[in-house]
């Protein structure tokens, strides 16, 4: 059995753990052999891999990115896209199987090769843990760690200057990343997606806090938008799957804010450092089980499925089931943060 890999999409933390589980177990439970797709469905669609090995994934697990290189490439674009030209590709290179890990776009082209015949197998990859079948995703906990420490830190040079500090987090539409991470580092304000507030309420909340003496910290989700928005601020273009690339949400509101308030205000984009640097501990040994379990699917034919967690048990599920609609976060979580806000 010869099996090939592919990263795409943004990066995350616990690509390379994945990458290792599964060449592990594949090697040692199935005796497989395995080759790397370079830059995502780009590699796939025009045959450049590389051949993995246990060698070539020793000390895998912590480290950051992915070996393999990752693109935005739409599998079903160009002169070599598409399920006949990409089944014609793995016949002469004699690949039975591809694990696709990347998150929703990635995995909805995965799941649309696999409707047109391909032996496809999904691994779930998103710092936004936004997918639905699954708890969470390998990159969340890394993500909500870097951004937490972020706002430790503007904290202090926030209070010697009496500041109030807006800081913007990834998330794309969903709300996941700033609510753990505005939780955790004690903001006075946590803005959602799924949550659009008046800019009036808002100063509200960063008045309360200044009233008692604090410096006020807004945690604000770059998918966020006022309640007079229609929808969420981006200028920055569409991706290769037509979306909006968001952010900038943080640099509209502090000057709003500072305007409403007289508090001074400043803005701080954390931007792709929440993607970078080495997994957490929960991050590599999730990767490292989704990895491992991606293999079992394909030893199993589970065509079109993807591995997920759910509770502390990794299970398969259809990939349609992933795809199909936002984890948002509901409101009984935002409620359980806004007893805490101003």
């Keep these: 059995m010869k099996i090939g890999m592919l990263t795409s999409g943004g990066d995350s933390p616990g690509l390379n753990a994945v990458i290792r589980g599964a060449v592990l177990k594949g090697v040692l439970a199935h005796d497989a052999e395995f080759v790397g797709f370079m830059h995502g469905w780009r590699g796939v669609t025009g045959g450049d891999f590389i051949p993995l090995d246990r060698h070539s994934v020793r000390g895998l697990s912590k480290q950051g990115g992915t070996i393999l290189r990752t693109s935005r490439t739409n599998p079903f674009e160009g002169e070599n896209g598409g399920p006949e030209r990409i089944q014609a590709m793995l016949d002469r290179n004699e690949i039975d199987a591809i694990i696709a890990i990347g998150g929703e776009g990635t995995l909805m082209a995965a799941g649309r090769l696999a409707q047109a015949g391909l032996n496809v197998v999904g691994v779930p990859k998103t710092i936004d843990n936004d997918l639905t079948a699954t708890d969470y995703s390998f990159g969340f906990d890394t993500a909500v760690e870097i951004a937490t420490v972020a706002i430790d830190r503007l904290r202090t040079t926030a209070d010697s200057h009496q500041r109030c500090m807006v800081v913007e987090v990834m998330g794309r539409h969903v709300g996941w990343i700033a609510l753990h991470s505005g939780m955790a580092g004690g903001a006075h304000v946590i803005l959602t997606p799924e949550q659009p507030q008046s800019l009036e309420q808002i100063c509200q909340w960063v008045r309360h806090a200044s009233d008692r003496g604090r410096a006020p910290v807004v945690v604000v989700s770059e998918g966020f938008r006022l309640d007079t928005m229609e929808t969420a601020h981006s200028h920055k273009g569409l991706d290769t799957f037509d979306r909006p690339r968001l952010g900038g949400i943080g ?21 792709h450092i929440q993607r970078g640097g080495v997994p957490s501990a929960f991050d590599r040994v999730l990767a490292t089980r989704l990895g491992m379990a991606s293999v079992d699917a394909i030893a199993h034919a589970q065509w079109g499925t993807m591995v997920s967690v759910q509770g502390t048990d990794i299970v398969n599920v259809g990939i349609a089931d992933a795809t199909g609609k936002l984890k948002i976060v509901p409101q009984s979580r935002y409620d359980e943060a806004a007893l805490l806000f101003g």
């Design 251 to 271: 640099e509209l509101l502090a000057p709003l804010i500072e305007e409403q308030t007289g508090i001074e205000a400043r803005a701080t984009v954390i931007g």
